[in-house]
């Protein structure tokens, strides 16, 4: 019998107990042992739940039963679960966690200290929700050097963007409409202005090039100024907007990384994947492109990859199976201002075009002009640009 | 050190060795140790190759090698790979391969080899060449119970039915294509007949039954059939025509699987997986639809596969990581006759249609009527259609 604890009974907590507690034989012997829940950590009781014995406030009931090998980490947030992650794992325990924040945040520390401890840190569920992701970019292209990744990483911005290309929504009906149906929070922030997906891209970053990407370094915008009149344009030109978080590794090993609204060209797959779901495209340099699709939120997708990681865990009891990835890196980033990209410029004035050479004008709506411009530097844009809405083009 | 021995030296094995020699580095810091080939085996001569030294005929000269740890064994077909495989699992050897024939016929003989012996059969690049399925349906979707998979399996035949789609070609003419590409093999049966496909399709059932799917009890049809009129009717309806290969796993666990031509919804990710990509769209009841795509031949996306494995195979030296499928069980598969689908029936016989209640006529080309049946038995259609021409809908 392995132990398990769940710190956080939220929604991906509910959805972790649910799901042992629904298959434990095919999930007994996928782990080679039946997987048992010994303790639920929450500040809220439960007095009606059927196993409310099981709860507890006090963490040092979980800390210190040695029979409890597994602590399930989905409290989210940083505080208290940073300290009670660096705790299980310097007593011997495997800690398992759904937790982006945190993995952005202390992932380095945290995984070294699994490591010397001959125990694991697992956090397939943080990035993608219950699409596999972390462990296919760890084992299955471990043979390639990746060159670049592109996701779509936030479900919430995906629908609104979806809604607002498919029905012609504006930004803020499609954003009301996502909040209405519990896709989006009552304080969207986090999504719309792109901070979920800039933590799951420096996870991602950090994966592919085995060195700590600090999303502090990642630039990020959100989606908030996106208009009808760009979603009009971009589908002309045979392009839809999608929120992309990107890594891109050039042949020195230095890292591009940004999170912003692109222009996905329609023959792109990225460009098919609507609604809350997400999907992650991954160049490597012997195996091409490669897409990883799912839904990348949600009570039993997330708590599924979460379980998953809670097997591997029994099945690596007191063995650390990687080292994700090592320290950061000084010079590892390129200077954002140096990275190049065509730009799709939406503006009321109609000779701003001409101060790009090579730029090519599309039409406009509304009064505003659109135009493209040939791929330039980041700063020679901006020095040009003025307070005009622009949006990258996605190669 | 962990020496490997690679048995052929055709398109994959090339790719093998000239993935090692690339990127030793990197492997050898994936897989904890660095990983050199020290024999290949084949029947030819390579009297000029940078080392040729390492190239023998006679596979004792491996078998008896103690300090080799990983055969991989990429010849194909059943004779010898069947006896080297099995030979060196019984020598306490790790096995990797991309031989799908092999891994379909013997595979749940060789899987159970490997655990009594405790080492590895790994076999990631056997089905959808570069793309991590066989791991992620092992490890990823462990939580999950599945309840249906429908892939795109084989590029050949998917290369010829986007041409058919996108330009208008006949299937003769876009074969032919193919052919001159090298996407099509000179007898084209195996990939054009859904023989590779059903291979393919045997293997994703049993690692997701858990049981050994034979393949000779897989209804197998292939794409030959396919006319202009099929392409031009099914666009009109919003759909195009796949190769999938599906297995189907009902509330009692029994499987229906088959692999044909099906007519899929545009509105499916699945129909955007064009030219000689392949995708599988899995269905968990937790997680619900994942897919995963990418290129599903080729010498280095399959090569890059089977080095996956081998830097897995060198990080699980004498532990049996899993045991993917145990023997067949009985009744396990549903009789095909009493599947159902809806079909697509192409007929220059303008009364059809009235056999099938609750058909729906969608026109016609070339003095040929099409129309779609409402969902029935495979045996009471085929009792109606006669010898007139049908595509299954994919749900």
């Known amino acids: 019998m392995v132990y398990a604890a769940i710190l956080g009974f939220g929604t991906v907590g509910s959805g972790v107990y ?59 947030g940083l505080k208290p679960a940073y300290e009670f992650t660096k705790a299980a794992l310097l007593a011997g325990k495997s800690v398992v966690t759904s937790n982006k924040e945190l993995v952005a945040t202390h992932g380095t520390e945290l ?45 919430t911005t995906n629908y609104i963007l979806t809604k607002m290309f498919q029905e012609g929504s504006s930004f803020e009906d499609a954003l009301k409409e996502a909040q209405d ?34 999303y502090n370094d990642i630039p990020t915008e959100g989606i908030t100024k996106i208009t009808q009149t760009d979603v009009i344009m971009a589908e002309k030109i045979g392009y839809v907007i999608k929120l992309i978080g990107s890594a891109e590794i050039d042949a020195d090993g230095k890292v591009n990384a940004i999170v912003a609204p692109r222009l996905v060209s329609k023959t792109s797959l990225l460009s098919d994947v609507d609604g809350v779901f997400n999907a992650i495209m991954v160049r490597g340099d012997s195996l091409g ?7 990348g939120a949600g009570k039993l997708p997330t708590a599924s990859a979460v379980v998953a990681d809670v097997i591997d865990a029994a099945k690596h009891f007191h063995i650390n199976k990687w080292v994700i990835w090592g320290e950061a890196e000084s010079g590892l980033m390129n200077d954002p201002e140096t990275a190049s990209y065509r730009y799709f410029v939406r503006t009321k004035d109609a000779s701003l075009a001409e101060k790009f050479p090579g730029a090519e004008e599309i039409g406009g709506a509304d009064g505003e002009f659109v135009f493209v411009t ?18 990258r083009i996605l190669p």
Chains 1, 2 share one sequence.
Do not use: W
């Open 181 to 214: 149906l519990g896709y989006a929070e009552r304080n969207p922030e986090a999504d719309v202005e792109g901070h979920d997906a800039c933590r799951k891209t420096a996870i991602l970053a950090s994966l592919a090039t085995g060195k700590f990407v600090d």
């Open 18 to 76: 649910e799901i042992l507690r629904k298959n434990p034989s095919s999930i007994g012997k996928k782990a080679g042992d039946t997987i048992d829940v010994k303790y639920i950590l929450d500040i809220r009781d439960f007095p009606d739940h059927p196993e409310a014995h099981l709860f507890t406030k006090n963490y040092d009931d979980i800390l210190n039963d040695e029979e409890v090998s597994i602590v399930v980490e989905v409290m989210g």
């Open 289 to 295: 492109d490669v897409m990883f699709y799912g839904r």
């Open 111 to 155: 995984i070294a200290i699994a490591k010397e401890n001959k125990t694991n840190y697992f956090f397939e569920a943080s990035v993608g929700g219950g699409i596999p992701i972390i462990r296919p970019l760890n084992q299955c292209l471990a043979a390639n050097e990746i060159s670049h990744l592109h996701g779509i990483l936030n479900g």
């Open 374 to 391: 040939a791929p330039m530097q980041e700063k020679d844009f901006k020095a040009q640009v003025g307070d005009n809405a622009y949006i």
